[in-house]
């Protein structure tokens, strides 16, 4: 069993950075896929940034050339970090991960595996 712990969200100014962190819990973080997810008011939870086991990244359009995601095995962490931030930004984040194969560079929400609780990050204009 796997446990995702998100931390570093917050409030900040159009412009500004965030940085997510998840840990993990458990000793199979390095075999996982793994993903960063948002979920706006009215609006379905969906993948923002996917890292595979050896690195490889994929990100949704809006994002991309602000936003990096990575991990680090050793610690078994994920991590997102937000620049250029947006107010169209604002959402709760998500860490996810599954276990199983994956045959595309991306997670849906059917793929998912593992959850953790959120973490909140607004942003103001």
């Known amino acids: 069993q796997v446990q995702l712990v998100e931390s570093g969200g917050g409030t900040v100014q159009a412009g500004g950075s965030l940085r997510l962190t998840c840990a993990a819990s458990g000793n199979t973080f390095s075999s996982l896929y793994a993903a960063w997810f948002r979920q706006a008011p009215g609006k379905e939870r969906a993948g923002v940034a996917y890292?595979?086991?050896?690195?490889?990244?994929n990100y949704i359009e809006s994002v991309k050339g602000r936003f990096t995601i990575s991990r680090d095995s050793t610690k078994k962490t994920l991590y997102l970090e937000m620049n250029g931030l947006k107010p169209e930004d604002t959402a709760m984040y998500y860490c996810a991960a599954r276990s199983g194969p994956l045959f595309r560079l991306w997670l849906y929400n059917a793929d998912v595996d593992y959850w953790g609780q959120g973490t909140q990050v607004t942003v103001y204009s």
């Open positions: 890292i595979g086991k050896l690195g490889v990244t």
